[in-house]
Nanobody, 126 residues
Framework: QWQLVESGGGSVQPGGSLRLSCTAS????????VGWFRQAPGKEREGLSC????????NYADSVKGRFTISRDPTKKTVYLQMNNLKPEDTAIYYC???????????????????WGQGTQVTVSS
């Protein structure tokens, strides 16, 4: 049984940084594209960033472009989301997800991802 686990969430002041991690049990993420998503109360799920299995291709939502960076470390079988210059509107539950595909499209569409973690809360507040 596949299981994705997110970690690294927490509370931070505006302008601060967090790094989220996504690991998997029961499968190796190395072969699959991975995406980061978030959902705030009362809002739709938003695709933030996705990365291909090779790590060569990435995409970002306009809302996070220039502030967030997705990466993967095959040696640790982990996908990261480095989040800098956090804003109060970044407050949400953050999820990682994966798919049976190795490639990604031009946008990070949550409909294309099949297996999801439980999420980690990120709160940005002064």
């Amino acid at each position: 049984q596949w299981q994705l686990v997110e970690s690294g969430g927490g509370s931070v002041q505006p302008g601060g940084s967090l790094r989220l991690s996504c690991t998997a049990s029961g499968l190796s993420l190395d072969y699959y594209a991975v995406g980061w998503f978030r959902q705030a109360p009362g809002k739709e799920r938003e695709g933030l960033s996705c990365i291909s299995s090779s790590g060569e291709n990435t995409n970002y939502a306009d809302s996070v472009k220039g502030r967030f960076t997705i990466s993967r470390d095959p040696t640790k079988k982990t996908v990261y989301l480095q989040m800098n210059n956090l804003k109060p509107e970044d407050t949400a539950i953050y999820y990682c997800a994966t798919t049976s595909r190795s490639i990604i499209g031009s946008t990070c569409n949550w409909n294309a991802y099949t297996w999801w973690g439980q999420g980690t809360q990120v709160t940005v507040s002064s």
